[in-house]
């Protein structure tokens, strides 16, 4: 009995150790990342081991606008919302900008407009070259809008925002070092290996050093802006963060569900 005893002793540490590296490994989603002087939180993700998904309105059709209803309604599901993130922008009824696709449906179409101007005085969204998120069963993309509307790639979810901040390793040529206009921001970029790693940035910073940290510290060739200012947002239980917009909700959100 001794014998036997001992060997449940042992087995049951060990299955306790492999469920605390795993509870280990879900709060290391999230981690500080510090890129020249600047803070930011970034959440890595992988697509195709991960059940990440975009949402936006909740059984009865009103949007969740905050992260805590979104957990509630994942919870009621027998689910786990371990991280969420604004997934761009979106209007005054917090419906999105843009293309948006849940499930494999197409709520909002794409927005092919473009506002020519200075770059100080054209709403982000539409500083083109802007772009689009998406997932299919088991990767994620980035691609500019033009490029999304000519391939048509056959998606699960998609959001749509703006401007992108790298193309295929280039920033976006608006961009001006050195900048003044400074401001929190989050965005997405798909990165070396598929991951995708979410980004908001903890300090002011402007866009051409927001688009170097998906590029240059965070190895992304492709990443999206979200958002700004009081705007963007974020949830993340590890980091005791329950974001809430000064806009009295968000719009589209993602969602990373276990």
């Not at 473009?114 to 770059?119: F, H, L, Q, S, Y």
């Not at 993309?141 to 703006?162: C, M, N, Y």
């Not at 947002?233 to 980091?239: E, K, Q, V």
Request: aromatic content about 12%.
């Amino acid at each position: 009995m001794t014998w036997r005893f001992g060997w449940l002793a042992l087995a049951m540490l060990v299955a306790g150790a492999d469920g605390a590296r795993a509870e280990a490994a879900k709060a290391q989603t999230c981690a500080k990342e510090r890129f020249e002087d600047a803070d930011s939180l970034v959440c890595t993700i992988d697509p195709a081991a991960s059940d990440l998904r975009l949402f936006w309105r909740d059984r009865a059709g009103a949007p969740y606008r905050r992260f805590a209803a979104l957990s509630r309604s994942v919870e009621a599901d027998g689910g786990k919302l371990a991280f969420a993130m604004n997934a761009g922008m979106y209007q005054t009824d917090f419906s999105p900008v843009g293309l948006y696709v849940e499930n494999g449906a197409a709520l909002r179409p794409v927005e092919t407009t473009v506002i020519d101007g200075p770059p100080g005085r054209v709403p982000n969204f539409y500083k083109a070259p802007n772009g689009v998120f998406f997932l299919d069963r088991a990767s994620a993309g980035i691609l500019t809008t033009e490029a999304f509307t000519r391939k048509r790639p056959d998606v699960r979810f998609a959001t749509q925002s703006g401007p992108m901040l790298v193309i295929e390793g280039r920033l976006h040529p608006a961009f001006i070092p050195g900048s003044t206009d400074r401001t929190r921001r989050s965005g997405v970029g798909v990165c070396e290996n598929g991951q995708v790693r979410f980004a908001i940035s903890e300090t002011d910073v402007n866009f051409h050093d927001f688009a170097r940290l998906f590029r240059d510290h965070l190895a992304c060739p492709n990443a999206l802006f979200l958002d700004g200012g009081r705007g963007a947002g974020i949830y993340s239980p590890a980091f005791d963060r329950d974001d809430v917009s000064w806009h009295g909700g968000y719009g589209p959100m993602f969602g990373l569900v276990e």
